[in-house]
């Protein structure tokens, strides 16, 4: 349940082209700090996950992760190997669905250039942006075995680590952060519903039950759409409020959690 004090920051973010603080309308200490956390990880971002990448566990997935890549003689083999499949689908916003090993392998596989394929038609669209990044089902590992690929999933891999750490303090944080990272990338509100980081972000920053869930999903994209415009969200600035926004509604909704 969303208090007054959230109600008055949602109006000064809704259609405002003023650059009025996100403090005023009355938020209080308490519901300030998840917001002076996401100032403090976005400050010390770049540190952290060099810092973090050193960390024994996460170095010893990646070097592992390494090592299984370059004996792998594809996608399959490869996802096959419980660790190798953590930081692989972890780097690219799908360490939720790790346990899945068929259903990773069958979307991974699919070929997206091809009407119906598998990763197309599954509701959760983080799939086929992966499967389009390295194209398995026509280039094999070849795209994945290039040093940039390597590079960028072994810093993702750290980045993600580090988030999910900055949840033990600050709940809500890692979804802020990934939310921020990857706005951008929005064109139709379906790439929110069917990735479930920015949906979380979106909905709750929005006020919308998660009862949404159940409804049509022209319904979902309706209720979406009322309240806020996609197209803002190419603009960092408006992006940086709105996971403000949701943090701040989020906490709110936590500590109502632990008062009912």
Do not use: C
């Not at 949602?10 to 603080?21: A, C, F, I």
């Not at 780097?91 to 070929?111: H, I, V």
């Amino acid at each position: 349940m969303i208090n007054s004090n959230s109600v008055s920051l949602l109006q000064s973010l809704n259609g405002s082209n003023s650059s009025q603080s996100l403090f005023n309308g009355g938020v209080s200490a308490s519901s300030a700090d998840p917001v002076a956390a996401l100032t403090s990880a976005e400050k010390n971002q770049t540190k952290a996950i060099d810092k973090q990448a050193k960390d024994p566990q996460t170095k010893r997935d990646i070097d592992h992760f390494t090592t299984a890549l370059a004996k792998a003689k594809d996608i399959k083999s490869l996802l096959a190997d419980p660790i190798a499949r953590k930081v692989l689908l972890t780097a690219n916003g799908l360490g939720d669905q790790a346990d899945y090993t068929a259903l990773a392998t069958k979307a991974l596989q699919s070929d997206t250039s091809k009407a119906g394929s598998l990763a197309s038609k599954l509701g959760d669209t983080r799939w086929l942006d992966m499967a389009k990044t390295y194209d398995f089902a026509n280039k094999g590992l070849t795209v994945l075995k290039q040093q940039s690929a390597i590079k960028t999933i072994t810093s993702g891999y750290a980045e993600v680590q580090w988030r999910q750490s900055l949840e033990q303090t600050t709940p809500g944080l890692s979804a802020a952060l990934e939310f921020r990272s990857r706005a951008g990338a929005v064109k139709k509100v379906d790439d929110i519903l069917g990735d479930s980081n920015l949906r979380k972000v979106v909905t709750t920053a929005l006020g919308l039950p998660q009862q949404i869930a159940f409804q049509s999903l022209e319904a979902q994209e309706k209720a979406i759409t009322n309240r806020l415009d996609i197209t803002k969200l190419k603009d960092p600035k408006f992006v940086e409020q709105f996971a403000r926004r949701f943090l701040i509604v989020n906490a709110t909704n936590t500590s109502s959690s632990y008062l009912a």
